[in-house]
């Protein structure tokens, strides 16, 4: 694992120092007002219909427990932005995460498997880095929005049920959206451990973790091999640009 936020001062007394301040900046103002910190130096940007597309594999239909997590920028308010599906249909088997505008906020919807099951919550600014996060166990949903729970809802159809559908990121998303760090775990994750991870690029196994794609140059996975395949020439910029 690398934190992307340690200081360039020599020696491990001046790391040290660094790590601390930054901790305790970090629970005094809040997530929130650290926008301008995205934790990747390279991201995904999305052209005209360009996405990532794995394919099917059952360790990503998790059986009993999900967490879907990632980094978005959406630089318009169009009407969706599908950022992850898996699922063949709407209202079909399977799970997706997108965002949309509804009574002037770009809202957080997610979708676990069932025909009543979508459900949303958590406002989403333009043109700021955000991180945004889906946890369910089959009883109970949650919504997160840099790292503070920003809806809770009961789940009514259980688990989700196993979708043979490859998984898209960014299938259908407005142009110039950016996109960064996706994650898929098998165990809901608690809020403590959303915001303990989120400034962090993810390199190496966790308990539950089943797949990264950093989304730094290509559509390579860092856990599994669930590589993805690029499709219309999507491409990655520094995030300062």
Not at 32 to 41: A, I, K, M, Q, R
Request: overall charge negative; charged content about 20%; glycine content about 8%.
């Amino acid at each position: 694992m690398k934190h992307l936020f340690a200081s360039s001062v020599n020696g491990i007394a001046g790391l040290l120092l660094s790590t601390m301040l930054w901790t305790a900046c970090s629970e005094e103002k809040g997530v929130e007002e650290e926008d301008h910190l995205l934790p990747y130096s390279r991201y995904l940007l999305t052209g005209y219909n360009s996405y990532v597309e794995i394919p099917h594999r059952e360790t990503l239909n998790p059986a009993g427990e999900i967490t879907l997590e990632g980094w978005v920028r959406l630089d318009n308010s169009a009407a969706t932005n599908m950022l992850v599906i898996k699922k063949q249909a709407y209202k079909q088997e399977g799970y997706s995460v997108d965002m949309r505008e509804r009574d002037g906020e770009i809202l957080l919807y997610s979708y676990m498997g069932y025909p009543s099951s979508e459900r949303y919550g958590g406002s989403i600014p333009i043109q700021a880095w955000v991180h945004w996060a889906v946890t369910s166990d089959g009883n109970q949903r949650r919504h997160y929005i840099n790292g503070k729970l920003a809806g809770e809802f009961a789940e009514n159809g259980g688990i989700v049920d196993a979708s043979p559908a490859a998984l898209s990121l960014a299938k259908h998303v407005a142009a110039n959206t950016g996109l960064a760090e996706f994650r898929l775990w098998d165990i809901v994750r608690t809020q403590p451990e959303i915001r303990r991870t989120m400034y962090e690029n993810i390199d190496e196994p966790h308990p539950g973790l089943v797949a990264v794609w950093p989304l730094h140059e290509n559509a390579r996975e860092h856990i599994g091999g669930h590589h993805g395949v690029l499709h219309h020439n999507p491409r990655f910029r520094r995030w300062e640009e």
